[in-house]
């Protein structure tokens, strides 16, 4: 941000008092900024023992398979904003369980959060967001075409999960890579 939203100053770039961060404050109005990180919710949705995955019509990493997931909207829930991109992605009406993975992004100012899904029956589609929708054995999942490090991440945890017979809920950090 380089100008005030309220009164329309060029803005300076400084810790306020009280503050540990530096934050963009108008040097006229006094107001300050609090850039705060975006939370992306979404679904692992089950089918059959079938991992639902969709391949990405869109930028960031157009042609790769994803968990259908996206930006929270306001005034939703999380939960609502899982179902919500489940069907703008896939088409499907997910029944949403519990929350299953959170990951943290911190360079990228982005928190991460999964939900446990089931598929009431096989109906999903492609949409303006998905080019291809398809459900996945475990073991045919396309690791090499995933286009999210939060999501491969996800599908481990998932799929370790499957093979213990329990599901527990996993926090993790993803850090640049150097």
Same mark, same amino acid.
């Given at each position: 941000?380089?100008?005030?939203?309220?009164?329309?100053?060029?803005?300076?770039?400084?810790?306020?008092?009280?503050?540990?961060?530096?934050?963009?404050?108008?040097?006229?109005?006094?107001?300050?900024?609090?850039?705060?990180?975006?939370?992306?919710?979404?679904?692992?949705?089950?089918?059959?023992?079938?991992?639902?995955?969709?391949?990405?019509?869109?930028?960031?990493?157009?042609?790769?398979?994803? @968990?259908?997931?996206?930006?929270?909207?306001?005034?939703?829930? $999380?939960? *609502?904003?899982?179902?919500? =991109?489940? /069907? &703008?992605?896939?088409?499907?009406?997910?029944?949403?369980?519990?929350?299953?993975?959170?990951?943290?992004?911190?360079?990228?100012?982005?928190?991460?959060?999964?939900? @446990?899904?089931?598929?009431?029956?096989?109906?999903?589609?492609? $949409?303006? *967001?998905?080019?291809?929708? =398809?459900? /996945? &054995?475990?073991?045919?999942?396309?690791?090499?075409?995933?286009?999210?490090?939060?999501?491969?991440?996800?599908?481990?945890?998932?799929?370790?999960?499957?093979?213990?017979?329990?599901?527990?809920?996993?926090?993790?950090?993803?850090?640049?890579?150097?």
């Amino acid at each position: 941000m380089r100008f005030c939203p309220k009164c329309g100053t060029q803005v300076n770039f400084q810790i306020p008092a009280g503050d540990n961060r530096e934050r963009a404050v108008c040097p006229n109005c006094q107001h300050i900024d609090y850039d705060n990180p975006n939370v992306i919710t979404g679904t692992i949705p089950i089918f059959e023992n079938k991992v639902l995955l969709c391949k990405r019509n869109i930028e960031p990493r157009l042609g790769y398979w994803t @968990l259908p997931a996206g930006f929270m909207e306001n005034q939703e829930t $999380t939960k *609502e904003g899982a179902l919500r =991109e489940t /069907f &703008e992605e896939s088409g499907s009406h997910a029944i949403c369980g519990s929350a299953f993975s959170m990951i943290s992004i911190p360079h990228i100012n982005q928190i991460h959060l999964f939900y @446990l899904a089931t598929l009431p029956k096989a109906d999903f589609h492609p $949409t303006e *967001e998905s080019s291809e929708v =398809e459900l /996945f &054995e475990y073991d045919q999942i396309p690791w090499d075409d995933i286009a999210f490090s939060s999501v491969t991440k996800t599908l481990k945890f998932y799929l370790q999960d499957v093979e213990n017979g329990e599901f527990e809920f996993h926090e993790d950090t993803i850090y640049p890579q150097k």
